[in-house]
């Protein structure tokens, strides 16, 4: 008699999503070829007292995770933030030139750490991790006609601490030290396929 061998079927790979309207993390998401859908999380980003960046970031990379995870308990959720670190003071999101000129003429000739977090929760298997991946940056002593160069070609009033280094932002620098080289643009791509293979979405 022969028996008829049989095999498991792996696992299906959760619903992936993430929690931003980020367009610069989407298309650094995008780059793994797993299907998501992005949904935009409600956190009050405000900073509270006190609040050192690498805290302030990773709080929000968390909160917006939970947020999103709420309303879609079975999906893996990916919550990111980035905040500025200028010797301890948190630099956010300019928003407007005025405030992006500010920010850049304090920032030149000085390193920076921008404090990119990231978070990945599914509710409901209860998987949460969270990590921070830190990028050292040194600015360029930039005169004024430079940084105003700068701001009219990329405008990055949506990027923390004015720097797009994707773009022409990478002539605003000196050097930069990290170890998840997608981290200053917004999601540290190693540390996201890490957790989320974790938490049940396949990749390869």
């Not at 999103?68 to 630099?91: F, T």
């Amino acid at each position: 008699m022969t028996l008829a061998r049989t095999t498991s079927s792996p696992a299906p790979s959760r619903a992936l999503i993430l929690g931003s309207t980020s367009r610069y993390r989407h298309a650094l998401l995008s780059r793994l070829g797993v299907p998501f859908e992005a949904i935009a999380p409600n956190v009050d980003e405000t900073p509270e007292a006190g609040e050192k960046p690498a805290d302030l970031a990773l709080r929000l990379a968390l909160a917006k995770a939970h947020d999103v995870a709420r309303i879609r308990p079975e999906a893996v959720v990916i919550g990111s933030d980035q905040v500025a670190d200028l010797q301890g003071e948190p630099l956010g999101k300019p928003g407007t030139h005025a405030r992006a000129v500010a920010q850049l003429q304090r920032m030149r000739g000085q390193t920076v750490v921008f404090q990119t977090a990231l978070a990945v929760v599914c509710q409901a298997t209860g998987f949460e991790r969270s990590d921070i991946a830190a990028v050292r940056v040194v600015f360029r002593n930039l005169s004024d006609d430079e940084i105003e160069h700068y701001l009219h070609a990329e405008q990055p009033y949506d990027c923390a601490g004015s720097a797009k280094s994707e773009g022409l932002g990478i002539a605003l620098l000196e050097r930069i030290d990290n170890d998840d080289p997608t981290a200053l643009v917004g999601l540290p791509l190693i540390r996201t396929c890490h957790m989320i293979r974790a938490a049940g979405v396949k990749i390869l």
